[in-house]
Structures are given as C-alpha cells and as structure tokens.
C-alpha cells in the first residue's frame, strides 16, 4: 500500500513557489506606485536599459546565480515536471542529463542553486509517491567518475520537501516535512543537512510563543546557518 496517497493533493512543485512570488511582487509594486505618486518625476524619467532572454522549452524558472545559471522545471504535457538547469552554454538541460536519478525516484523540480553550481530539488519515489529533497553537486562523483544526485536524509514516511530557497554556499540543504491536516498543508519539522551528513532536526511547533502566529514552513538558509520561515527565525548552534 503507498504511504504517501496524500501527495495526490500535494501543491504544485512550481505553481506553489510562483504563489509566493506572487505576493512578493504585488507588496513591491505596492511601495513602488506608492513612491511614484509621491513624486512624479520618476514616472518621467527613461526607463532603464533591460535585456528579456526567452528561453521558452516550457520551462518554469524558480532561481538564478551570479553565473546566470537558472534552476526550475520543465512542465510536461501531462501536468508532470522534470527538474531542469539553463545556462548560456549549455542550454536547457534536465538535471537528469547531468547525473543520474537515484534509483526509483524522479526529479520533478530544483528549487534554487548556489554560486558553486550546487543545485537543491525534490525527488518523488515512484514506489509510494511521497517526496524528497535532493542535492546535485557537480563536485561529488562516484567511484566510476560519474556524478551523482543525493537524497537529503528522512526520519519517518511521509513529504519533504525544500525550501524556496533551500541551499546556502556552503552546500547545505534546508528542508522540511509536511502533512495535510483538517485540508491544510502543516508543517512538522525541520531540517538542515550539511556536505558531511551532519542532519540537524528541529520541531516547528518548539517556536510557538502565546499570543503570537503558528510559526510554519522554511524559506531561506544564510551562510550562518540561520533560517526563516513564517514568523520565526533559527541560529543552528546558538545557545
């Protein structure tokens, strides 16, 4: 019997990062027509020098780095994705082109990347549906020379999945479990794994503080090892 049937339901792999892109965008626009209105010269100034680069292939972008390596997924006919990398030189690639599924898992969207090159995803296991993040380190080989893709380490059955900007420079993974509860999507734990392995698990509930928000969910990971979700922030190591 499949152990993950909720993922059914799951949110979509991109759809649920453009959501949150989407409020993001509309509280700058906010303070920019804001800023406009208070002074009108700047709705006359020139507009700035841009350069669009289409890069079509059905491909959705979540993330780019300073070398101008962009991550996401490609959307196929289906409604499935494949994780997906774009580069100047090379062009649209799946991250499977790069290095090989684990065995009996597809990867169905990266979610962000580093300047390393390093890329953070989620994986599916076919057998029972339920998802994983995934690490791609174009450094990391195996014995034959052959680079490899590594599933981010899990303690019960049930969703991970990372977050929306998941992998800081020193290659760690920030990450979470997630279950649908009373027809809401909750969070349980989460985690942060490091290049050695060292796997750090924290319980979200921990941070409720009365009177305040149900902190939830992880966003972004610095190189301090500090990492935010709603309405909380966590220092890995203080005291």
Not at 85 to 90: K, M
Request: aromatic share 10%; net charge negative.
């Amino acid at each position: 019997m499949p152990r993950c049937l909720e993922t059914a339901f799951a949110p979509d792999p991109i759809g649920d990062l453009e959501m949150k892109r989407f409020w993001k965008i509309s509280a700058i626009l906010c303070v920019l027509l804001h800023v406009i209105d208070a002074n009108q010269t700047l709705a006359q100034s020139p507009p700035a020098n841009y350069q669009i680069l289409w890069i079509g292939g059905n491909f959705r972008a979540v993330n780019v780095n300073n070398a101008q390596q962009v991550v996401g997924a490609v959307a196929n006919p289906d409604g499935s994705y494949d994780a997906a990398v774009w580069t100047e030189q090379d062009g649209l690639v799946l991250v499977t082109t790069l290095a090989a599924a684990p065995v009996g898992y597809e990867l169905e969207a990266a979610y962000g990347n580093n300047e390393a090159g390093q890329i953070v995803g989620r994986a599916r296991e076919l057998a029972t549906d339920c998802t994983i993040p995934f690490r791609y380190d174009p450094a990391t080989v195996s014995a034959t020379g052959e680079a490899q893709v590594q599933l981010m380490t899990t303690f019960d059955t049930g969703n991970y999945t990372p977050a929306t900007d998941g992998i800081n420079e020193l290659g760690d993974v920030l990450y979470h479990t997630f279950t649908l509860e009373s027809g809401r999507w909750s969070s349980r734990y989460a985690m942060v794994e490091t290049m050695s392995g060292d796997v750090f698990r924290i319980r979200i509930s921990d941070f409720k503080v009365k009177g305040e928000p149900t902190p939830t969910g992880v966003k972004s990971i610095n190189e301090n090892r500090q990492f935010v979700g709603d309405y909380y922030r966590l220092t890995l190591g203080a005291t």
